[in-house]
């Protein structure tokens, strides 16, 4: 199979690599009070027909639309300013919505799979109605939340809004990547942080942020509120992905947020193909991969069929990412076919940490 030298790069303002790649409860069973995972425990086998069903579907799924909520832009200076409106809201969630594990054929319990969520939702301007989730606007319809666009030099503005008439948390926003005030930084500090460090229910406040040199790449944005260790588990967070000054945007950008939800290792909040997002590309096109983590484990991140160069220059095909890490990796797709993706710790894998790509020529 042949193999095409393409564009990667690192995130955390680390130097461009070189890529190569070739041819509905408040709380829910399965987990504690702050939602934290405990071992899963999946049914009997599946019903065969229902499992063919799972396994044709997972191949078969459209492509995700791509997570992008850019409510308005206008020009000031040198830099665009780039404002969003967001609200923190309550959804039915289910982890594993077919009900099977596709490989292995067993069901998924929906007393383990159900919950609560509370996630990040895009609206128009004035929260007035949410956007819709469609390849135009974005995915706007769970976890992760809206993914926050900007190129260095320009200027963010998120207007936040807690909604969280459930679970009755004080949530905020907190971003990595950005330069701020401290009043912008989301995170509560008892007896220093204002009132963006711990939004009420009901309550709103305006985080400002700019894109300096060093916020290129993807970054994680989550709650840091006191109520952090409950909502991120409930799907509290999501993706912002900055530019580089005259750097080129992909044709395709695929987001895999690793995290813990119920008692499943999940991409994106779901968990088993078929559930978690099938990509799509075609050959030729340039392909980004904005991997973020949260929760607690370390994960690693795999994709069947293509290698780019990590940071030694060494070709690989497997990336170690903790905790509130990211990375960018881009290619120029050449390789035709199913693949796999997913997290290489083969017990997170097994627990639902797996997708699929699909490459047409």
Not at 161 to 190: C, Q, W
Not at 243 to 255: K, S, W
């Amino acid at each position: 199979m042949g193999a095409a030298i393409a564009v990667a790069a690192a995130i955390g303002g680390a130097a461009p690599l070189v890529g190569q790649t070739s041819a509905t409860a408040p709380s829910a069973a399965g987990a504690d009070e702050a939602g934290h995972a405990h071992t899963p425990a999946l049914g009997p086998p599946a019903d065969p027909a229902v499992v063919a069903r799972a396994r044709k579907a997972a191949v078969d799924a459209d492509a995700p639309p791509t997570p992008t909520v850019q409510l308005s832009t206008s020009r000031r200076g040198r830099g665009a300013v780039r404002e969003y409106w967001i609200k923190a809201v309550d959804v039915p969630w289910d982890v594993a919505p077919n009900g099977v594990d596709p490989l292995t054929g067993r069901q998924v319990p929906a007393a383990e799979r159900q919950m609560t969520a509370v996630v990040y939702r895009g609206y128009t301007s004035g929260w007035r109605k949410p956007l819709p989730n469609t390849s135009a606007s974005g995915d706007n319809d769970g976890i992760p939340g809206p993914t926050i666009q900007a190129r260095v030099g320009d200027r963010v503005i998120v207007h936040f809004k807690n909604e969280d008439r459930v679970h009755k948390l004080p949530h905020s926003m907190h971003f990595h990547a950005f330069t701020y005030a401290p009043g912008s930084d989301g995170a509560y500090i008892p007896q220093i942080s204002g009132r963006g460090s711990r939004v009420p229910v009901g309550g709103t406040f305006t985080y400002r942020l700019t894109a300096g040199p060093q916020s290129a790449g993807v970054w994680p944005y989550h709650d840091h509120s006191p109520s952090m260790d409950q909502s991120i588990p409930l799907g509290l967070y999501g993706v912002v992905a900055i530019l580089g000054g005259n750097e080129r945007p992909p044709d395709r950008r695929f987001v895999v947020a690793f995290g813990e939800t119920l008692a499943f290792n999940t991409i994106d909040g779901r968990a088993f193909i078929g559930n978690t997002p099938t990509f799509h590309a075609k050959v030729g096109d340039r392909v980004e991969w904005d991997v973020i983590a949260l929760g607690d484990n370390f994960h690693t991140f795999h994709v069947h069929g293509h290698r780019w160069l990590n940071a030694a220059g060494a070709p690989t095909d497997t990336q170690t990412i903790g905790p509130g890490e990211s990375f960018r990796i881009r290619w120029t797709e050449d390789a035709p076919g199913t693949w796999y993706y997913h997290c290489h710790v083969e017990s997170h894998q097994m627990n639902g940490m797996i997708g699929l790509y699909r490459v047409d020529r």
